[in-house]
């Protein structure tokens, strides 16, 4: 039997709301299409009272409970795929500890148990873990699966917003790496942290992208404005470089530039939106975007850009940089994750400073309209063979150790 528990990082519930977007959703997506899986169970993150109160999440993901015991809760969402919500009575030290409380509730035994009880219901004794961050490595360990996965997304050993759990991250990679099976990284930055001493099979898996969903024809958002249009789409942090986006607009008042996601630091967005980019009138923020409808904006911009720090980069390989690819969208982005092999000089353009981003960014725009772009993506970056692959690499690692117990 293949079983797989899968501990993510992005909660089955949110990709319901906003769409499957994030690596691990993406792939968690495909594990449940996946013929060679008998049963899958995504384990959400345990729910705190704070954030019930606060109004800021629900217990539950779905209506049909198919079991519950001491406030967890078992649901079915079809005939192999399984969600576990669990609730916890803290407030206190969620508000305390903030991000490291995730690390410090994974890490209770009875976090554990509690899943560990939910599988028993459904007859699973044997099972794979897999993971998309570190804060849940000792629930695995407790949990005594018999294969185990971390898949790094990014590398939050660099994240300087955690520095003040720092020592706890690198702990729980160190784990991972003496303990696990199989560690998958995004990025060759990410892999060169992690190998020294990796008792793990370590392997390079870069992010891809589902070709389908933005192949096509697409009708124009109401909210992007008329003209040309520069566009980004994703995260918007430390690593977003808001001075690129500031030169540019106003070496060229007459083009647009959209900014599309999700502001992930209050001090960021007031330094650099409200004191900032938001007083350039060519400037737009339309605000986050149900993941289905990102094809649409893509194929409105006229050239994709990613403006990121290189020096702020922690291991990340990005995505949307593949779903530009999909799009046939000329794209100018700073030299981060992998994506420097698909330089051409000519459509894409990675630069390895911010003058050169200028640069190029404004070359490709004194050449709008642009047409007739026809990129060939091997198959091997979307994210079904990606999914197939780590499966297919799992639990043909299991069964070559003659143990017989999947």
Known sequence: MNNLVVIPFHDYKVSLREGFRTRDAHLYEHFMKNHDLDKIVIVNRPTSLAEVLLKRKKIR??????YKNDFCYLQQLNEKVYIIDFFVFDFLSVIRKRHAWLPFIYSKKKTATKIKQMLDQIGIQHFGVY?????????????????????????????KNWNYFNNTIVSLYETA??????????SQDTYNYLKPKCKAFLKLEPNGVDFDKFHGTFPKPADIPSGKIVGYAGKIQRMFN????????????????V???????????????????????NIHFLGDKQYNTLPAY???????????????????????????????KPIVSTDIGNIKKYNNDKSIFICKNEEEFIEKTGLLISQLPIMNIQYELPSEITWEVIASGMIDQMFKFHRSSDLNII
């Open 131 to 159: 993971m998309s961050a570190p804060f849940s490595v000792e629930t695995a360990m407790n949990l005594k699966a018999d294969v185990k996965v971390l898949d790094a997304v990014d590398n939050f050993a660099k994240y």
């Open 298 to 328: 893509y194929h409105a911009f006229n050239i994709c850009i990613i403006p990121y720090y290189i020096e702020e980069q922690h291991g990340g390989d990005p995505i949307k940089f593949y779903e530009y690819m999909a799009c046939n």
């Open 242 to 257: 808001a001075g690129i986006l500031m030169k540019l607009a106003k070496t060229h008042p007459d083009v647009h530039f």
């Open 259 to 281: 900014l599309i996601g999700k502001f992930l630091d209050p001090d960021w967005k007031k330094k650099h939106w409200i004191n900032g980019m938001s007083n350039l009138k």
């Open 61 to 66: 993901t779905l209506q049909r409970v198919i």
């Open 177 to 186: 790496k003496q303990h696990f099976d199989f560690i998958f990284v995004n």
